[in-house]
C-alpha cells in the first residue's frame, strides 16, 4: 500500500521503526472475514453452507470464514439470519 510521505514522515517517529514496520505489513494482508448468527432467527445448523474455519473465541455465534462468500447470492444474509462482522466488531455484541 503506498502511504503518503507526510503520513508516513508523522507516523514512524511516533510508533518507533519496528512498530511501524509492523504496521507496513499488516496492510499488506488480508482481513479475516467472520459471520455472526442473528440468536433470534439462525441456529449453528445455517453455518454449515458456510466454510467456517473457527468459532471467533469471544463470541457464541460468531464464526471465521475460510473465504470471503458473495454477499450478493446469500440468501441467509437477506432473511437477516447472518450479519458479515469483521471479528473485533462482534465483541460489542457480547
Known sequence: MLL????????RPLLG?????KFLSTLDESSPVSIRLNPFKADRKCVKIYEVDRQVAWCKNGF???R??????????HMAYTTF???HRCL???
Open 85 to 87: 462482522k469483521r471479528p
Open 92 to 94: 460489542f455484541i457480547r
Open 17 to 21: 521503526e519496528e512498530i511501524f514496520n
Open 4 to 11: 503518503p510521505e507526510e503520513f508516513i514522515a508523522y507516523t
Open 64 to 66: 471465521y470464514l475460510n
Open 68 to 77: 470471503r462468500p458473495n454477499f450478493t447470492f446469500d440468501p441467509l444474509f
